[in-house]
């Protein structure tokens, strides 16, 4: 690629919005009608909470993906690095799916009683807070602020693209922007960490009352950045393959982000080790009845297992190499272990405080939720590529990575 | 083998320094070696060297170190039994901290130790065509020229930028 | 935050370096000599203190830990973000790192090396201590390995051994450059140092790749060693110690302290040893954001610590952190949240995190206020734990525990003087690297010195 390559029209045309195929909508669309029927069907069965349940892990983990996805944006924009840009525009469009939660959040009402075992039984000392509607409607007010400042950022970003999109000529400078965009962002950073933890705090933590981590808010929010990460480099895979974006997204992005990768793993690695270390050793029964319950019995002992493997151990392993972070096909599988062992240890952490089954609670009728899930959040990502560009083709930034490459390539 | 002798040859500008050696690499002139004040990779590449092996001694010392941690540790808990707090004789979950210092411990030491016996240090005495300069700002190229070639090679050299080309010993 | 490297040629780099270490004033052997007293004074307290014994510490029951752990936990918490900057950086490629990251590595080993003295520091007995070591003996005795201190035995020696290499490999080619421009004694010795360095392509391949997983290792050894050290306190079941977040919490924290501690030793430096070119207001700056940042977090660690123990439910949890609020170090508490997450707001303002002046007042706050929330933990939980009939108040410092407290600074500040006149504070080699451009446009003459 030279410089030439990188021209206004090359950019218009790679950048441009993309329709996603009938099929692909049409597939989505269908998960959500399915998922949607099994929820009716579930809340109206036999077990209720098995399909409250599967909502509430659901809930969880692609929220916290959603705004996990959109802190790498945000990392980008404080950190004013170059080298990511081509990928914002994707992890913004994860990011989409903030507002959806505000309503799926809502939808969690109505099961509220078969989660929420405090409901029934308040517990005194922490009735102020644990009430059913204050925390809905703090929880709310956390995502809803989050979708706002997700929104405001991601209007800044979109609005100059659109301009240079719509105008003719070269990038508009947009330094004004970025600026705002650095506020906005610094915003978004705390409340992720305030929202998140809250949401930890609140759907999660709270479903066995009388236990309680202080780190646990923070492990929340640092495994759903590790998660959007694995996913933010299945998108930009499929992009390279099917968007024809490949002289923008270069083996390079992907070494890189599987750097971050590696160091999210070992990070989140290391936070839940610390959470466990610090009740094994403290043997104090308040707080050790949360792990025992998941180490001890069956068939959480074996899915803890499945999950320390899936989501860490061969993720950590395999990432030492830089090899396979050349391979597309061999990364797609890691990255797709990476999820499925991430949504597995949501799994892990809401099922078993409230579950008394022997049995696991996932079925034909939970995976289907769980499908109904990825269907919205897929057609939020389609959706949004749909009107939007798909690469930040106004963003200086990108503009400026786009020339050092050629540089470097013309050398 | 034909008679060689060597020559060196200094540059300040890096691109007159990749511009010689693809053209010594066309005459099949044996570089012996470029000193440079700084890392470029570029320099690797155009000499053909592939990637240090380094590596595998920093990974072979991390692996002996999560053994030797988790053995210490398990070793000397088993000499005793001892029920400390309620919890096993001999457990896992805090030795998982004994054993990743030891692996960085000695991931390190066998990266330096690695790194010195690969890159052949301590060196006491500096080799006899080293020029002071190298650590400066310029680049000093060793290389072997046939007797034959000297003049042409010299000449060569000096067109694409050499500021001297000295003959040693 | 990509800054423009400084506009310099690379023997100026190496004229301006290297001047910072041509022969000292007057002033720098005064700073010397005050430093040294300081050290000593610190040596005679402890000397005092062994030959009669740590009841002359101030530390009484309940509170059995007092200033030695609070200036362990400071020294390895000031070492921490050295390694950050200088290992960290480099895995990042931030190009703001480079005019730092020596004096920073430079400042983790000092660091570590002060913090280590303080478990000997508080030992009664001293010269037993290498009973801590795992050594074959006739009774068959070895340390608990379940223990955290013992954790903090290995974790700490493997960290001075590790910073102190890293720190020596980073230096052996600037070494080198010292070597060819000396004469001598001095050539000789750094020479020595030097290790026979020529900037051969054989040396330069495996050195650079070294490097980089000397920075990778070292990484994660930062993250390790500072939870280590937070596990003494939350691996414990104290209210107010025992607690999850301790170890992101400390690491967050350190690296608070540390970056406070950079622009502490820097600015000051800068100016003596004349390296404004070279280490620049926006490095400074950079270092002021990633400050906000760690700030924010250590203001998170507080927020989230104060709810989950009201949400607990715990008496004792509940207790303490009122006590720690009004009870009898409320003030050295309001100061602590005060310099640690309030100060550091300031340098969301552009004008004081660009001036000089403000960064190293706030920089001092950040210091004093870390130094007591290291005070405030580790004397509020013994003093106020579940019991109520053993709490009891520590009523120091002791006129030794400030000598030595004295000392520790002074050796600090004696060590890194030394430093700067005997050795490079800023990476020549890293900075030259910096300089070459990685690129050149086809049209510059081929001949011609370098940019």
């Known amino acids: 690629m030279t410089l030439a390559d990188y021209s206004d029209n090359n950019l218009r045309q790679a950048g441009r919005p993309r329709k996603a195929p009938a099929w692909l909508t049409g597939l989505f669309g269908a998960l959500v009608l399915l998922g949607a029927v099994s929820m009716l069907a579930g809340v109206n069965g036999s077990t209720p909470q098995r399909a409250w349940l599967a909502y509430l892990v659901n809930l969880v983990f692609w929220t916290g993906l959603a705004a996990g996805s959109l802190l790498f944006s945000v990392i980008l924009t404080l950190t004013h690095a170059h080298w990511g840009r081509a990928l914002k525009r994707l992890a913004e469009s994860v990011s989409s799916f903030l507002p959806v939660s505000l309503l799926l959040l809502a939808g969690l009402y109505p099961g509220r009683r078969l989660l929420f075992t405090w409901i029934e039984h308040p517990i005194p000392e922490k009735a102020a807070w644990l009430n059913a509607d204050f925390l809905f409607v703090r929880d709310e007010i956390g995502l809803l602020l989050l979708s706002l400042t997700g929104a405001a950022l991601l209007y800044l970003s979109l609005r100059r693209d659109q301009r240079w999109v719509a105008g003719a000529g070269g990038p508009v400078a947009a330094q004004g922007d970025e600026a705002k965009a650095v506020v906005f962002a610094n915003i978004y950073g705390i409340l992720y960490f305030l929202v998140l933890s809250l949401l930890a705090f609140d759907l999660i933590m709270s479903l066995d009352p009388t236990w309680y981590s202080t780190l646990f808010g923070a492990y929340y929010l640092v495994s759903a950045f590790y998660t959007a990460l694995a996913l933010l480099f299945i998108l930009a895979l499929l992009a390279v393959r099917y968007l024809d974006l490949s002289s923008f997204i270069t083996p390079t992005h992907f070494q890189k982000l599987g750097k971050l990768m590696i160091g999210f793993c070992l990070m989140t690695s290391d936070f839940f080790y610390t959470q466990f270390l610090v009740m094994w050793y403290g043997n104090l029964p308040e707080e050790t009845g949360y792990l025992i319950k998941r180490i001890r019995f069956e068939p959480w002992h074996t899915l803890s297992w499945v999950v320390l493997c899936a989501g860490f151990i061969i993720p950590f392993v395999l990432l030492l190499s830089s090899r396979i972070k050349r391979k597309g096909t061999a990364m797609l599988a890691l990255c797709g272990l990476i999820v499925v062992g991430m949504w597995l240890e949501r799994f892990l952490l809401v099922v078993p405080s409230v579950w008394p089954g022997t049995e696991l609670p996932i079925g034909i009728s939970e995976l289907a939720i769980t499908g109904g899930f990825l269907g919205l959040i897929g057609l939020c990502v389609t959706t949004f590529l749909r009107f939007f560009p798909v690469l930040p083709v106004a963003d200086p930034l990108f503009l400026h990575h786009l020339e050092l490459t050629a540089h470097e390539e013309e050398r | 083998m034909s008679a060689t002798r060597p020559v060196l040859s200094i540059f300040a500008d890096f691109d007159d320094l990749l511009a010689a050696i693809t053209a010594l690499q066309a005459k099949k002139i044996e570089i012996a070696d470029v000193h440079a004040p700084t890392f470029q990779p570029e320099l690797l590449t155009a000499l053909k060297l592939k990637r240090s092996p380094v590596r595998f001694f920093t990974l072979t010392g991390g692996i002996l170190g999560i053994l030797s941690g988790f053995a210490l540790a398990i070793y000397t808990a088993s000499q005793w039994h001892f029920i400390v707090g309620g919890k096993p004789p001999v457990p896992r979950v805090p030795y998982v901290i004994l054993a990743f210092e030891f692996c960085i411990l000695f991931s390190v030491l066998c990266n330096l130790g690695g790194m010195l016996l690969l890159a052949r240090l301590p060196k006491h005495k500096l080799p006899a065509h080293y020029d002071a300069r190298c650590t400066e700002d310029r680049f000093c190229m060793l290389l072997h020229c046939p007797v034959a070639e000297r003049q042409e090679i010299g000449q060569m050299l000096r067109k694409l930028g050499a500021e001297e080309v000295n003959d040693l010993g | ?451």
């Not at chain 3, 030959?51 to 400071?74: D, E, K, Q, R, S």
Request: hydrophobic share 50%.
């Open chain 3, 1 to 451: 935050m990509n800054q423009p490297a400084p506009k310099m040629t690379q023997r100026q780099v190496n004229d301006t370096i290297m001047a910072a270490m041509s022969p000292p004033t007057k002033e720098y052997y005064a700073w010397l000599a005050l430093c040294l007293c300081g050290a000593l004074i610190g040596g005679g307290c402890w000397a005092y203190q062994i030959a009669t014994g740590l009841g002359v510490a101030g530390i009484n029951h309940p509170t059995m830990w007092g200033t030695y752990l609070i200036n362990f936990v400071f020294w390895v918490g000031i070492a921490h973000s050295g390694t950050l900057i200088s290992a960290v950086l480099y895995l990042f490629g931030a190009p703001w790192r480079t005019p730092l990251a020596r004096s920073a590595e430079a400042m983790t080993v000092f660091a570590v090396s002060i913090a280590g003295l303080f478990p000997f520091i508080h030992m009664g007995r001293v010269w037993i201590v290498y009973w801590i070591l795992p050594y074959p003996n006739q009774r068959n005795l070895w340390p608990n390995f379940q223990s955290p201190l013992l954790f903090d035995v290995i974790a700490i020696s493997t960290y001075l051994t590790v910073s102190l290499l890293f720190w020596y490999t980073g230096m052996i080619p600037d070494l080198a450059i010292i070597r060819d421009r000396a004469k001598g004694l001095r050539q000789k010795l750094y020479g020595f140092f030097a290790l026979g360095w020529t900037g051969s392509q054989n040396q330069w391949r495996h050195y650079s790749l070294a490097y980089l997983l000397f920075a990778a290792l070292a990484t994660p050894l930062v993250v390790s060693v500072h939870s280590v050290v937070s596990w003494d306190f939350a691996l414990s079941i104290a209210p107010g110690w025992h607690s999850t977040i301790f170890a992101p919490y400390f690491v967050a924290g350190a690296i608070h302290s540390g970056l406070a501690m950079v622009l502490t030793l820097l600015i000051p430096m800068r100016r003596i040893l004349k390296l404004e070119e070279v280490i620049t207001i926006p490095i400074l700056e950079n270092v002021a954001k990633t400050i906000i940042f760690t700030g924010l977090i250590v203001a998170y660690s507080y927020l989230t610590e104060a709810f989950i123990a009201w949400y607990s439910g715990n008496v004792a949890e509940r207790g303490i952190f009122h006590w720690r609020a009004v009870g009898h170090y409320a003030p050295f508490f309001w100061l602590m949240v005060t310099c640690n997450t309030i100060v550091p707001l300031a340098l969301y303002f552009k004008k004081v995190r660009t001036s000089i002046v403000p960064l190293f007042i706030i920089s001092l706050l950040i210091n004093l206020g870390m130094w007591y929330e290291r005070f405030v933990i580790i004397l509020s939980s013994p003093a106020h734990d579940q019991d109520p009939y053993s709490w009891g108040l520590y009523f120091g410092p002791t006129w030794v525990e400030y000598g030595i407290l004295l000392g520790s600074f002074s050796l600090f500040f004696f060590l890194f003087l030394l430093f700067a006149r005997f050795l490079p504070t800023v990476s020549m080699t890293e900075l030259k690297e910096e300089l070459t451009p990685r690129r050149r446009a086809q049209s510059q003459p081929k001949s011609g010195g370098q940019p």
